[in-house]
């Protein structure tokens, strides 16, 4: 089982960064995919990127709207994921979420286990 906690939201500038940190617990860390998704008012949970489990080689993915300025990383001797945010826009506005799974990184269905949330605001 992994447990997940959020932190690093915000209010922020557009134009301004953030990171976002994802403390996970639990053995199942590093052969977890990592996905992040967001959810704005009175929209759904959407994908945002994703990380996959531990290997020889990382592989990520980025929705269309966040590619190029988002990045996603993690550190499995920290057992925690990071979501590095730059150029933020207004529309990025949400509450961020971290996931854990094993399917399809981009497909919320496929994940077990979420954390909180942490708010972004980014104003114009």
Do not use: H
Not at 92 to 112: F, P, W
């Amino acid at each position: 089982q992994v447990q997940l906690a959020e932190s690093g939201g915000g209010l922020v500038q557009a134009g301004g960064s953030l990171r976002l940190s994802c403390a996970a617990s639990g053995r199942a860390f590093s052969s977890s995919n990592m996905g992040w998704f967001r959810q704005a008012p009175g929209k759904e949970r959407e994908f945002v990127a994703a990380i996959s489990r531990s290997g020889i080689i990382y592989y990520t993915s980025y929705a269309d709207s966040v590619k190029g300025r988002f990045t996603v990383s993690r550190d499995n001797a920290k057992n925690t994921v990071y979501l590095q945010m730059k150029s933020l826009k207004p529309e990025d506005t949400a509450v961020y979420y971290c996931a854990a799974g094993y399917g399809n990184t981009r497909v919320q269905n496929e994940y077990d286990y979420w954390g909180q949330g942490t708010q972004v605001t980014v104003s114009s």
